[in-house]
T-cell receptor, first 114, second 108 residues
Framework: KAGVTQTPRYLIKTRGQQVTLSCSPI?????VSWYQQTPGQGLQFLFE???????NKGNFPGRFSGRQFSNSRSEMNVSTLELGDSALYLC?????????????FGPGTRLTVL | KNEVEQSPQNLTAQEGEFITINCSYS?????LHWLQQHPGGGIVSLFM???GKKKHGRLIATINIQEKHSSLHITASHPRDSAVYIC??????????FGAGTILRVKS
């Protein structure tokens, strides 16, 4: 079974631009969560989607948004990029929402904002 | 105060040593996850616990719900175990709240 895939793996943008990251979960998994990892703040929860609905949101500004499609693939978008948005963005998939399921992480997208 | 505290922050061990990483938390959880992250960023889920103890190969994870404490043990450590080990709390839905991580280096 293929694992969680994320595209692109690396991205360089400049301040003020916007970016879209993609996450394809493991087949059969309907929950996708997004996380941001920075050296200063560590890993932080961005949001969670299940059945095309946002179920949970972390403490990030409205510039961070996401969506999930009917095939469970998810995208996250960051508008008006700031230098501080440089980070590793990870997504994780699991079968169910709110259950005690293992979360499977993708390899991440490393975003650099210049 | 952080919801989840890990100790130690850094750990250096000799190959073959028994290693313990601790995680204490202060909120209600539905489950606790132990994760491993190697240089380059990839995260692997090691254990998901809601009670008791689990074992996988040389790794053992325990949780005491009443004391809000979990431990990850590595027996007969090996240089390939060198990685960052992260404790994460599953709180609301599938949301994870992460500890700061323990950087483990095992020397041969």
């Amino acid at each position: 079974k293929a694992g969680v895939t994320q595209t692109p793996r690396y991205l360089i943008k400049t301040r003020g631009q916007q970016v879209t990251l993609s996450c394809s979960p493991i087949s059969g998994h309907r929950s996708v969560s997004w996380y941001q990892q920075t050296p200063g703040q560590g890993l932080q929860f961005l949001f969670e989607y299940f059945s095309e609905t946002q179920r949970n949101k972390g403490n990030f500004p409205g510039r961070f948004s996401g969506r999930q499609f009917s095939n469970s693939r998810s995208e996250m978008n960051v508008s008006t990029l700031e230098l501080g948005d440089s980070a590793l963005y990870l997504c994780a998939s699991s079968k169910r929402q709110g259950a005690k399921d293992t979360q499977y992480f993708g390899p991440g997208t490393r975003l650099t904002v210049l | 105060k952080n919801e989840v505290e890990q100790s130690p922050q850094n750990l250096t061990a000799q190959e073959g040593e028994f290693i313990t990483i601790n995680c204490s938390y202060s909120v209600g959880i539905s489950a606790l996850h132990w994760l491993q992250q190697h240089p380059g960023g990839g995260i692997v889920s090691l254990f998901m616990l809601s009670s008791g103890k689990k074992k996988h190969g040389r790794l053992i994870a325990t949780i005491n719900i009443q004391e809000k404490h979990s431990s990850l043990h590595i027996t007969a450590s090996h240089p390939r175990d060198s990685a960052v080990y992260i404790c994460a709390l599953q709180t609301d839905g599938n949301k994870l709240v992460f500890g700061a991580g323990t950087i483990l280096r095992v020397k041969s």
